[in-house]
């Protein structure tokens, strides 16, 4: 299972007024994510970003039956609550806690706070939805209480359908999130600049 393998940059977590946790993707390392906080307005935060065992969250499509991702789907959800507590142990409140993740990293990053829902900074889904082979309504609680979340996402997207998008947002408005979702025509599964460009808007400014 996910060990809580913790990489850092920015400022020291104990000195940091603000966090930004990163979730990258499948096969990516937490390490090189890290450098996506240097295109985010993120000078003053202390930057987190959990590596998955294997550089892989959960096996199979988060659009696959649940247990099909299991039990690694657990433990990566675990290892985030888990450094959620660490966060706040220091200190620091949730409204002064951002995530941010892409692709699986994106996915997961939805599924965590949206089952956590609370006042975080922001939320930045780059390529995501919340995961299962449908959406499982009880699984979520809480009130984001006007918590921004930014979603981008290519149509047609080669692993994120864009319903599962819509569909994820809708839910998070009805969680009391600010929710603004961008779709981009044919954009490749990636990072866009203009993503990155609304993100800060929305969410880091």
Not at 114 to 119: E, F, K, S, V
Not at 162 to 189: C, F, G, Q, T
Request: proline fraction near 4%.
């Amino acid at each position: 299972m996910h060990k809580k393998e913790i990489y850092t940059a920015g400022k020291e977590l104990r000195e940091a007024e603000k966090v930004l946790v990163l979730i990258h993707g499948r096969g990516g390392s937490a390490k090189e994510f890290l450098s996506l906080a240097n295109q985010l307005n993120t000078s003053e935060f202390a930057i987190l970003a959990p590596q998955a065992t294997d550089f892989t969250w959960y096996p199979n499509s988060f659009l696959a039956p649940v247990t099909q991702n299991e039990p690694e789907y657990s433990s990566a959800l675990e290892v985030l609550e888990e450094l959620l507590e660490d966060i706040k142990e220091t200190g620091i409140a949730s409204e002064n806690i951002y995530f941010a993740g892409f692709s699986q990293g994106a996915c997961l990053t939805l599924e965590f706070v949206t089952r956590n829902a609370q006042r975080f900074g922001g939320v930045a889904a780059f390529t995501g939805g919340l995961i299962g082979d449908k959406i499982y309504n009880e699984n979520y609680s809480g009130d984001f209480n006007g918590t921004p979340i930014f979603i981008g996402t290519g149509d047609p997207d080669p692993h994120v359908p864009v319903e599962r998008v819509e569909d994820s947002a809708e839910i998070l408005r009805e969680m009391n999130a600010n929710v603004e979702v961008k779709i981009y025509k044919n954009r490749p599964h990636t990072i866009s600049e203009n993503e990155l460009k609304l993100a800060n808007n929305f969410i880091f400014n």
